[in-house]
């Protein structure tokens, strides 16, 4: 495949995880003091789990699991 090609498939590939983020996911922009996104993503890794999975489980551990 020459570099052009693998440019387009792979912009289409963006373009599609982008169309199915926006249909299925909300963004919400979270600011940690500084240091503190280090400390929250070593205990996700410690967990085996992304940082993002790892916020959210504790929001709903939080929340008593609402939804």
């Known amino acids: 495949m020459n570099p052009i090609d693998a440019k387009r498939k792979l912009e ?6 982008n169309e199915y983020n926006s249909k299925n996911y909300e963004r919400v922009s979270l600011m940690l003091p500084f240091g503190e996104r280090e400390k929250v ?8 789990m992304s940082l993002n999975a790892y916020i959210i489980e504790a929001i709903r551990e939080k929340m ?3 939804e």
């Not at 289409?12 to 995880?17: E, T």
């Not at 070593?42 to 967990?47: D, F, G, L, R, T």
Request: proline letters at 0%; glycine letters at 6%.
């Open 12 to 17: 289409a590939q963006y373009k599609r995880q």
């Open 41 to 48: 993503r070593s205990a996700a890794s410690a967990e085996n």
């Open 64 to 66: 008593g699991n609402i």
